[in-house]
C-alpha cells in the first residue's frame, strides 16, 4: 500500500467519483467481510493482496470518451482487456503467487471464460461484483 505504484492507482477513476484505490480497498475489505460471514477459510494475505492488485491496469479508463461509438467499445474493451494488463503490470512491481495472480485475473469472470481456481478468487468477484454495483448506484459510504 506504501509503493508508488499502488499510490498513484488514487489519480484513476473507477467507477462514478471512486478512486482504483478506493475501490480497490473496498473490495478487499468486503471479500475479507464476505470469507467471515459465510465461513470460508482463506490465505487472507492472498486475498488482500490480490483485491489491492485486481484492478491495477494504470490508466483511467475514462479518459477515452470520444463519440458514443467510442465509448461503447472502449467500455466493452477494458471489460476484456484490463484483467490481463493489471496482471502484467502487478508481476512487473511485485511478487506474486498463483492464487495472488488467479485473482487478479479470473475477477471478470464470466467475461474471462475460466472460471476462478480458488475460494480467494471466488470472493474477489464477488465481491468486485457488488462494489462496482454499489459504486455506480452512488450508495457507498
Ligand atoms: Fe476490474
Ligand atoms: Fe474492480
Redesign the pocket.
Known amino acids: 500500500m506504501r509503493s508508488d505504484g499502488f499510490r498513484s492507482s488514487a489519480n484513476h477513476m473507477q467507477h462514478g467519483d471512486v478512486s482504483v484505490m478506493k475501490h480497490s480497498i473496498r473490495v478487499a475489505k468486503t471479500a475479507i467481510g464476505l470469507s467471515h460471514k459465510l465461513g470460508i477459510k482463506v490465505s487472507e494475505r492472498d486475498l488482500v493482496r490480490g483485491a489491492l492488485l ?2 491495477y491496469f494504470g490508466y483511467d479508463w475514462h479518459g477515452k470518451k470520444v463519440g458514443l461509438y467510442e465509448i461503447i467499445h472502449f467500455y466493452k474493451m477494458h471489460g476484456f482487456t ?2 490481463g494488463t493489471a496482471l502484467k503490470n502487478a508481476e512487473r512491481d511485485f511478487d506474486l503467487n498463483n492464487r495472488q495472480r488467479d485473482i487478479i485475473k479470473k ?2 469472470w464470466p467475461l474471462t471464460i475460466k472460471p476462478p481456481a480458488c475460494r480467494e478468487a471466488w470472493l474477489v468477484t464477488m465481491a ?1 461484483k457488488y462494489c462496482s454495483l454499489m459504486e455506480t448506484l452512488r450508495i457507498h459510504h
Open positions: 485486481h484492478d484490463h484483467p475477477h471478470m468486485d
